[in-house]
């Protein structure tokens, strides 16, 4: 994680444990004490003056060290909690209301979190950017083994996106190398922007498809076995293994530029099915 201007370590300790399982952030913070209070108690001895400075400077540091570095770790532990508990209630709620007014009524911090723990109920391990900066305005980035898929969500006021939001994300997983990605919206997508998405490893989900996704991941539905199959509910299944395909493009041969279905357990299974 590359650290912010002007943030301490402690800062970033926090974020860090923030980001991870809170039980995670709780293992850290006692491992972090029990070997700090090791160099915290140990008897400073030293044959030259050089030594002894270093062993006296490292025992100070360690004695604040092994209190103030496990309760930064405690307190990001809780932050991850609350935060983790915070978006399976935003998705039980967004699951549960029929009638699209939770969706509506949303704030698009909050939109932006139900999107990520939906995709995070799939499998992906999810990182909110929070937009904008360096990341070219992507708001998550989702991580599958070795595959990045980046993340646009437009809060529902943005009720058609156009095209131009998608050549924005195609810019971006271009400079980044990501495998893919996905534009979110609770509002509808014009037609040039549904043009632009095809062939690109780009899927455009609007407001039906997201309440699909919702829905999907409210019931606790499990991913496909590498956890990023297509959203879309028509994957077809292996015809060689069985598990669930993803949406691929060709990149080359005869058939460069094309969309096919390719099986999520490649390339330990080669199989494929034509696509439409």
């Known amino acids: 994680m590359a650290r912010k201007r002007n943030s301490s370590v402690f800062e970033d300790i926090f974020e860090i444990a923030a980001l991870l399982p809170w039980w995670v952030g709780c293992a850290l913070a006692a491992v972090s004490y029990l070997v700090l209070h090791r160099y915290a108690s140990a008897v400073?001895?030293?044959?030259?003056?050089?030594?002894l400075v270093v062993g006296t400077v490292t025992k100070t540091l360690a004695s604040v060290g092994q209190v103030v570095i496990p309760l930064v770790l405690m307190a990001g532990s809780l932050a991850s909690f609350l935060g983790r508990r915070k978006r399976a209630g935003l998705l039980e709620e967004a699951a549960?209301?029929?009638?699209?007014?939770?969706?509506?009524?949303?704030?698009?911090?909050?939109?932006?979190?139900?999107?990520?723990e939906s995709f995070r109920i799939r499998g992906f391990a999810v990182e909110e950017t929070g937009g904008g900066g360096a990341d070219g305005g992507i708001d998550l980035k989702l991580r599958k083994g070795n595959e990045v898929f980046l993340v646009q969500c437009k809060q529902w006021r943005a009720y058609k996106v156009s095209v131009t939001i998608v050549r924005e994300l195609f810019g971006v997983m271009a400079a980044q190398g990501a495998t893919g990605?996905?534009?979110?919206?609770?509002?509808?997508?014009?037609?040039?922007?549904?043009?632009?998405?095809?062939?690109?490893?780009?899927?455009?989900?609007?407001?039906s498809a997201l309440a699909k996704l919702i829905g999907s991941a409210g019931n606790h539905q499990p991913p496909g076995r590498d956890g990023h199959a297509a959203i879309s509910t028509r994957s077809p299944a292996c015809p060689t293994c069985g598990s669930e395909m993803i949406k691929r493009t060709a990149r080359q041969g005869a058939n460069a530029?094309?969309?096919?279905?390719?099986?999520?357990q490649f390339p330990k299974c080669r199989g494929v099915r034509s696509f439409g």
């Open 44 to 51: 400073v001895s030293a044959t030259a003056p050089g030594q």
């Open 181 to 207: 990605g996905f534009v979110v919206t609770s509002g509808i997508f014009t037609a040039d922007a549904k043009e632009f998405a095809k062939g690109r490893n780009i899927e455009l989900i609007d407001g």
């Open 257 to 264: 530029g094309g969309e096919f279905w390719g099986c999520s």
């Open 96 to 116: 549960g209301d029929k009638s699209g007014e939770c969706l509506r009524s949303m704030s698009w911090r909050d939109f932006e979190m139900l999107v990520g």
